[in-house]
Each structure stands twice: as structure tokens, then as C-alpha cells.
């Protein structure tokens, strides 16, 4: 088969696309025949060396799939041969196929595509954890989502809109805000023209944000958490701003009596598989009803996967960016 292999920590323009043998499904795995690799935030840092995880050389990035089983171990139950299934599956889907244990895969529900399915089990699954277990966003309540063109930002807002909540997107461009309008936000901050301290504050009579949510940290984290609520839950989902890792005094959250809630979806998705299954059926039902709609913004196909990966580590994708494996 064919797949992108990182054979030594760098840049993307390192990657290198070679036939390699097959993987072979264990007892508990599912051999995928891969479709479509949605292109995440982890995959610019896993080839470099920066993720929590270092896979053994050489690997392949991707942290997410679609495509059809093509086998199965002998312990596995839930999928067959020729099923349709979208994975997660921390590196290897920029491959032509990928063995994932079983209890990472999930049956696509009719009427998603390989595209949109590689764009949903990262984004959704990391927006939905966050705002259900780690917020418990309720009705009425307001979000502030930083970064909210991105895959992730995106995702919150629509979840969130689902939830009841009322939405102020925060963007750097105008280009960007008219597509976080489109996916359902209420408000809409540029923060490259005025001070997102004010904006919120205008925008609120004052009172601040009941829930924000930060995959981006960098230089605005602070700012951000100085307009919180009373009560407020501040969401650490990611870092991609890169640089050093923000800071936050310990005297704000106790004068706003507010929390900071770290976000990382994929050890919940393995602690607690039932209530992870819980939200993805959830998200399911919302997708149905046309709630949720992932936005694609560019397919590359495999053999130029470096590029898939640059464009989302240079912030110039807005959505989901995906390798396309199989037309």
C-alpha cells in the first residue's frame, strides 16, 4: 500500500510518500481501507516532534478516518467487512490503509460522506466534550469561541447554537467571521480592528461570558479570561498559535470566581467510551436535522498531504482541510 511516512522529526516538506507492507489487523483491530484523513492541529506537531505522543519511526500522520473495513480480528463485533466507518486513530491515516482498535470505530450514519465523516470525529467529538461534560453549557447561556473559523471553532459554534446558547465569534478577518456567521453565531468580534476586552464587554451590558472556548491560546488567552462572567468556565482546548504557552495569573479566576477546564478529548473518548458514544449520538441526531453541517474547505489528494498539513499550520484553512485517499 501506499502511505506518507515521517521517517525523522521536521517540517512537512519532509514527508515522504512509499509503498510499505499492509498492516495486519490484532484480535481487538479493524483494518481499514482508507477513503478520506480529516488534517488536525496534532498532526503539525507529531511529525515535528511537539505532541505528547512520538510513534516509532517511520509513521504516518493523521489522526482521523473514513473509508470501509476491510478486516477485522477475531474479538471484534460491532462491524463487518464492506461497512462504511469513520475513525480516530492518533497517526497513520494518511495511508492506504490503517489498523484501529476496534473501540475507536464507529459505523458512518447514512447520508455522511468519506469527506465529511474524516471532517467530524476530531472537531465534533472534541467541541461536544468540551461543552457538555467540561462546561455544561446550558440554554440562555453566552459562548465566546476564539479561532471560530477553524475546525474545532466552527464546531462549537454550531453545538452550541443546538445547546441554546447565544454565540459571539471572535476572528481575525472579516473573511473568517462571515464564515463563523454562517455556521449560526450571534455576534461577531474582529479582533485584529478593536480590543476584544470591549467588544465583549458591549456586547454583554457588561457582564461578561459565561463559557470561552480556546483552541488558539497565544496573546489573547488573558484578555479573554478578564472578560469572563461570574461562574465562568474557560475551556483550554489547544495551542495553535504556537509560540510559548500562556500564562494566566491565580488571582483572576479567584476574584471572578471562574474555572479554567483543560479539554482533551481523546483520553476521554477512552476513560469513558459510553458517554463518549452518548455524544456522538447526539451529534448524529443534530446532524440529521441539518444542525451540523461540516465545512470542507480544501481536499488534497495523498501524495500531497505535506501541503494539507502546512495549510492548516500557516492558519490559512478555514473548516476542515482533507487528504482524499481513494476517489
Not at 466552527?154 to 455556521?183: C, R
Not at 457588561?206 to 491560546?217: E, K, R, T, W
Request: proline letters at 6%; aromatic letters at 8%.
Amino acid at each position: 500500500m501506499k502511505a506518507v511516512l515521517c521517517k525523522a522529526f521536521g517540517p512537512a516538506e519532509t514527508l515522504v510518500l512509499e509503498d510499505v507492507a499492509s498492516p495486519e489487523p490484532k484480535k481487538n483491530e479493524i483494518l481499514i481501507d482508507v477513503h478520506a484523513a480529516g488534517v488536525n492541529f496534532p498532526d503539525t506537531l507529531i511529525i515535528e516532534g511537539k505532541y505528547q505522543f512520538k510513534p516509532p519511526f517511520p509513521f504516518s500522520p493523521g489522526g482521523e478516518a473514513a473509508g470501509v473495513v476491510a478486516a477485522v480480528g477475531e474479538k471484534v463485533t460491532h462491524v463487518r467487512p464492506g461497512d462504511r466507518v469513520m475513525a480516530l486513530t492518533g497517526w497513520g491515516s494518511f495511508a492506504e490503509q490503517v489498523a484501529v482498535p476496534s473501540y475507536n470505530v464507529m459505523p458512518i450514519p447514512k447520508g455522511i460522506d468519506f469527506n465529511s465523516a474524516a471532517a467530524f470525529s476530531m472537531t465534533y467529538g472534541t467541541s461536544m466534550h468540551a461543552l457538555k461534560q467540561r462546561a455544561n453549557l446550558q440554554p440562555g447561556e453566552t459562548l465566546l469561541v476564539l479561532g471560530a473559523s477553524g475546525g474545532v471553532g466552527l464546531a462549537a459554534v454550531e453545538i452550541a447554537k443546538a445547546m441554546g446558547a447565544k454565540v459571539i465569534a471572535a476572528a481575525s478577518t472579516a473573511e473568517k467571521l462571515a464564515v463563523a456567521k454562517a455556521a449560526g453565531a450571534d455576534e461577531l468580534i474582529n479582533y485584529s480592528e478593536s480590543s476584544l476586552k470591549e467588544e465583549i464587554k458591549r456586547l454583554t451590558g457588561g457582564q461578561g461570558v459565561d463559557v470561552i472556548y480556546d483552541p488558539v491560546g497565544g496573546d489573547l488567552f488573558e484578555e479573554a479570561f478578564r472578560s469572563i462572567a461570574w461562574n465562568g468556565r474557560m475551556l483550554v482546548v489547544g495551542f495553535a498559535a504556537g509560540g510559548s504557552i500562556p500564562a494566566l495569573p491565580a488571582n483572576l479566576p479567584l476574584l471572578k470566581g471562574a474555572s479554567l477546564v483543560g479539554v482533551f478529548w481523546g483520553a476521554f473518548a477512552q476513560r469513558q467510551p459510553q458517554d463518549n458514544l452518548a455524544n456522538f449520538q447526539q451529534l448524529f441526531a443534530w446532524y440529521a436535522e441539518g444542525k451540523l453541517k461540516p465545512l470542507v474547505s480544501q481536499v488534497f489528494p495523498l501524495e500531497n498531504a505535506a501541503e494539507a498539513i502546512n495549510a492548516l499550520g500557516q492558519r490559512k484553512a478555514v473548516g476542515k482541510v482533507i487528504v482524499q485517499v481513494r476517489s
